[in-house]
């Protein structure tokens, strides 16, 4: 069955950077969208950034346009966000999540499997 395990949260000063990973296993992902949203304490979870497994179309909320570098490997079958000049209000949970299809989704109910979540937490 389809796993995503995500790492690489912590605890940053503002401006510094993290690089989350998500481990994708269970199949092969051709085919999918692969997102990464997060969720702040008292906020809905929102879209931050997604990939098109093949051939690695990427969309980003706006907030996160410049900063945030989303990016997969085949071989190694994982999924990145690179956070850059990271701010106060990035923190949240951040989780992994995979869509069966190949239309790029920022919705969360339209994607199938997720992580468990990796903490972010920037400090001011």
């Known amino acids: 069955q389809v796993q995503l395990v995500e790492s690489g949260g912590g605890l940053v000063q503002a401006g510094g950077s993290l690089r989350l990973v998500c481990i994708a296993s269970?199949?092969?992902?051709?085919?999918?969208?692969m997102g990464w949203f997060r969720q702040a304490p008292g906020k809905e979870r929102e879209f931050v950034a997604a990939i098109r497994w093949s051939g690695g179309s990427t969309y980003y909320v706006d907030s996160a346009k410049g900063r945030f570098t989303i990016s997969r490997d085949d071989v190694k079958n994982t999924v990145y966000l690179q956070m850059n000049s990271l701010r106060p209000e990035d923190t949240a949970v951040y989780y992994c999540a995979a869509a069966n299809t190949i239309v790029m989704l920022t919705s969360d109910r339209l994607y199938d499997y997720w992580g468990q979540g990796t903490q972010v937490t920037v400090s001011s």
């Open positions: 269970g199949r092969t992902f051709s085919g999918y969208t």
